[in-house]
């Protein structure tokens, strides 16, 4: 049995940063992403990570979010620097066994209980 806890989700206002951390434990992974969850709105991409450096990024981030980790330690960290009121959501971490499309979230096998991001203007 695989478990994902995140961490790191706050409150802050636009212009700062936040670091999110997923700890998984049980066998390791092949890959692990993030995505986001706005009310009433479907649970979209991210970013991810297949180890042990290959990574991908929905537009909308790119440049101000990084995806990292340590397979080793079993943990994967999203990196939101220059954050926006639209990057308000909750974020779940998620984990494949094999390698999938890992933009969509079908392709995980495995999902934390997500962490809230908030970002005033």
């Known amino acids: 049995q695989v478990h994902l806890v995140e961490s790191g989700g706050g409150l802050v206002q636009a212009g700062d940063s936040l670091r999110l951390s997923c700890t998984t434990s049980g066998p390791t992974l092949f890959a692990m992403g993030w995505f986001r969850q706005r009310p009433g709105q479907e649970r979209e991409f991210v970013a991810s990570?297949?180890?042990?450096?290959?990574?991908d990024y929905t537009e909308a981030v790119k440049g101000r979010f990084t995806i990292s980790g340590d397979n080793a330690k079993k943990t994967v960290y999203l990196q939101m620097d220059n954050l926006k009121p639209e990057d308000t959501a909750a974020y779940y971490c998620?984990?494949?066994?094999?390698?999938?499309?890992?933009?969509?979230?079908?392709?995980?096998?495995?999902w934390g209980q997500g962490t809230q991001v908030t970002v005033s203007s």
């Open positions: 990570i297949m180890w042990p450096r290959s990574t």
């Open positions: 998620a984990a494949a066994r094999r390698f999938v499309d890992f933009r969509l979230p079908g392709g995980y096998d495995y």
